[in-house]
C-alpha cells in the first residue's frame, strides 16, 4: 500500500525496483556485526568498532 500512496501522490515520479533480496543485503552485515558483537561480549570481551578507509586505488597495494 505504501508503493501505490508514494506512485500516485506524485504522478511524476518512476517506481524502481530494487531487487528480490534487496532487505536481506541491507540487514545480513548488521546482523553478522551484531552477532559476532554479542559472541564476544558474552566471552567477557569489549567491543568497539569503526569502519576501515577505503583503500586508496591510485596506487599498488601494500601487504599488510
Known amino acids: 500500500m505504501r508503493v501505490y500512496h508514494a506512485l500516485l501522490s506524485r504522478p ?3 517506481y524502481q525496483d530494487l ?3 534487496y ?3 541491507q540487514r545480513d552485515t ?3 556485526v ?3 558483537v ?3 561480549a558474552s ?3 569489549e567491543v568497539t ?3 576501515r578507509p577505503e583503500p586508496d586505488q591510485t596506487g599498488p597495494s601494500q601487504p599488510a
Open 43 to 45: 566471552l567477557g570481551y
Open 34 to 36: 551484531s552477532h559476532h
Open 38 to 40: 554479542g559472541k564476544l
Open 23 to 25: 532487505y536481506e543485503r
Open 49 to 51: 568498532l569503526c569502519k
Open 12 to 14: 511524476g515520479s518512476r
Open 19 to 21: 531487487g528480490p533480496d
Open 30 to 32: 548488521a546482523r553478522q
